[in-house]
């Protein structure tokens, strides 16, 4: 039988460990609901999500929770405190929608660090970005009546996780098992997915569920199976854990912009902070010879930190703890297979620099929430109204998803210019920061996922490339004028090749 965690019963000494609940006693059992039961013992329910997560986790709470009060399986391969370098910063968006699930309480107890906004540092100029003033509330949205500006939270990744698997083996409708998925369980005449195999403790067992849910993160066993599109990887992000560093400015995102590829820094507790560093793929100065990612991170990121940040960095760099992660890129696709929807990082990722992953996914989470609601699909095991809803949720998540894709990818590509096209515009960039007022409101109101009007991403990116335009012909002698133009065109076709391709692969199903 394998490990299953069902929520006990009220008792004045609950479990002390996540992982080693007690057994439950006789008189327990007969307390459990006819669902828990069927879970427990027949491996059934109405949910079946693989991977507890950041959304299999959310997801299962809420569907768990009213109006859905659906039977929900959460199957995950190790519920250890998961130890990674990225989700860590929840965006002022995801906060929102966290607290639209109910789910608030999980920033708590975890030293979760207030977010105000970012710090951006072109060769040692600053200027601040602050979060935006209720940009992009609509009446009737909830946001219309707040005061003050958003904050996001940024924390160690592994506590955030432990917090939401704590509430979710609190939900009387949950049962979270500790259990390694190996494949999909299919009808043979239908094709349809009936549930998944897996393996606990060396043993084979199966779980089946009306509906599964495929949330298996950036390295789903599935997604080549299931998704038509492959993933971009062009770089990774090599992580440090500084103890005690002074940020130029505390309670702010800061990217560092050089000659290299951008360097990310931001805490992660009272005295931790992430620092990031993007490596493209056959970076000389990270070559063997070059004494690898230390010798790159030594001799050309270290120099280019602001100095209060050095001594924390080197000190990090000294004790070795380096840790990578792929910065892969995937566009979304519309689910299509009967019995199974794939969600989350397996079915959509975009590069890390904007830190909006985790924003993307408690939103798709609040969105399914509407979309699965019984009135509207009164039977999950009822595959076509179900697809018919996964096409509602690939288009209705545009809002705000290509928005946060699209930016991502295309920042990326200006932060990390390699050549003088996107050298410029990274300039105009900063300039157009430094501009203030909507310069800044409107693109990291985008980026914190509280304008959701994609239209006003496309605006603000070319208003970026024509300020670069000006840039270049305002600061040229009038004898290369010529020259300077046809650098202009450069620039602007530039600008076209970054954005529409992703603009492109938003409108592919």
Known sequence: MPYIHDTPPASPTPPTSISSPPSPTISQKLKLS??????KFHHESDVLVVGAGILGTALAITLARAPH?????LLEKSLKEPDRIVGELLQPGGVAALEELGLEQCLEEIDAVRVKGYEVIYYGQEVEIPYPENVGAKEGDGREGKKGRPEGRSFHHGRFIRRLREVAMQEENVSVVESTVTDVVKCGHTGQILGVECLTRGEKDVYFGQLTVLADGYASKFRKEYIPRSVISKSRFWGLELVDAVLPRPMHGHVVLGEGAPVLL?????????ALVDVPEG???ASTKNGGVKGHLRERVLPSLPECVKPSFEKALDEGKLRSMPNS??????NRFPGMVMLG????MRHPLTGGGMTVAFNDVVLLSELLKPELVPDLGNTKVVLEQMERFHWRRKGLTSVINILAQALYSLFAANDPQLKALQLGCFRYFQQGGQCVDGPVGLLAGIIRQPLVLFYHFFSVALLSIWLVL????????PLSLASSVSIFYKACVVLFPFIFSELRT
């Open 345 to 348: 990082d397996a079915m959509n």
């Open 34 to 39: 006819p669902t828990a039961l069927r879970r």
């Open 474 to 481: 305002s600061q040229a002698p009038v004898h290369r004028l």
């Open 329 to 334: 890129f995937l566009p979304p696709s519309v």
């Open 266 to 274: 931001y805490q992660i507790g009272t005295r931790e902070t992430r």
């Open 69 to 73: 009060y659906r039977s929900v399986t």
């Open 283 to 285: 970076l000389q100065s």
